[in-house]
């Protein structure tokens, strides 16, 4: 029987650990999406314990812990740090077959050294033996970056983001790791949401210009993109529960855009329009800019109402969707192509019954000018685990070439969680290695060590231009 996460954590071939140590270790991380603070890693202020670091508005780890039956006053309430980090060690154990179990445990060891596995008995000893290792240093923001061997990061900002923290990070010589801004107009693409009024004026403000009508509001937008181009932004990143595609005419648009101006309920139909019209127009513009389109499908959230009134927005009450996906993913995809202004697109899945339908829909659009243009991403949120990333490396493999593929990113808050990337890396190697020794590809460690390179870093530094 192996140790607990031994040196050799999920590679289970000879090749796997070869490939493993001697490469995808070593590779630095790109992590092309996340939620991290800019204004958090300017500033640069010590960790101070590991509530902040793990509970802290991590909605994956409240959603296990009240599966436990842990009390919402232990989870997002008012009790203090210690209390909730107890009651989190309390529902580890249970937690047998979770990522959030490995990812804990790499964490753990990755920053702290601790080697002990959570648990009620173990909880007061690993706070004592994290709070002494904080206290030593390395846990500002910035160190944390550096110890996890990043190269660049993408934070999610909105359009009127005045990004002054992007730029004065960019001069800190002492701090070579590429924060960039992408571009997420969410906040204008989902009209039917409450406050879109005040959301399109903060927009006007941020480009200087009064949004009146459609045109207005597309300048504005314009101003906004080529204001996050002077700060490197590589990506725009959108998020859907289906994917819109309801064509219709201009007129009827600006009708909608001036309905939704003045506070008038819409109809499903007439979001979806709105929603269709704007894609298709961004889709263009960051064709023109050579931006990655990066379009999150299927999550539905905030699915309980009663809690989410008492809890709040983005709290761990949102689950898989079950939407058609195929005809107006082709469709939207299809009528940017047909003005040959489909940008580089990378499509998550968070429906694992979808997986197939995008691993081959992207080889509809690829593009001899771009290899591997068209991106099945990783596995995403409710699927980012082992079973999730093996099954959608699988799909990609069968459908396209895996040896395109741009990798792991983290959609984390949280400055621990390059981990993942680790367990990503691991879960990658593992796949080859057993894909090598079953006489299914050649055991030539040069072709395989490029491959692994690839995957892990240079792919995507090449796809962001970074």
Known sequence: MRDFMDDNFLLDTPTAVELYHQTAKRQPVIDYHCHLSASDILDNQPISDLYTLWLAGDHYKWRAMRAAGIPERLITGD???????????????????????????????????????????????????????????????RELILRSNLYALCTTEDPSAQLREHAELAQCKDFPVKVLPAFRPDGVLHIEEKGFASRVQNLGTAAGIKIVNLASLKEALVRRMDYFVNFGCPASDMAFEKMPCALTDVNSVEMIFQAAL????????????????????????????DWAMEIHLGAMRSQNTRRVQEVGYASGFDSIGDCE?????????????????????ILFCVNSKDSDVFASMIGNFQSDRWPSKMQYGTAWWFQDHRAGMERQMRDLASQGLLGGFIGMLTDSRSFLSYSRHEYFRRILCGMIGRWVENGEYPSERKQLTRLVENICFHNAKEYFNL
């Open 325 to 345: 996906m195929e005809a107006p993913l082709f469709h939207f995809l299809d009528e940017l192509e047909k003005d040959r202004a489909l940008p580089k697109t």
């Open 79 to 141: 009790a203090d740090g210690y209390e909730k980090y107890l009651a989190y060690a309390k529902m580890m154990p249970e937690a047998i077959g979770n990522p959030l179990y490995h990812w804990t445990h790499l964490e753990l060891r990755r920053y702290f050294g601790i080697q002990d596995f959570l648990c009620p008995e173990t909880a007061e000893s690993i706070w004592r033996q994290a709070e002494r290792r904080i206290a030593q240093g390395g846990f500002t923001p």
């Open 262 to 289: 003045s506070g008038k309920r819409l109809t499903d139909r007439e979001a979806e329009q709105y929603s269709t019209h704007m894609l298709l127009f961004l889709g263009k513009e960051y064709h023109r800019r």
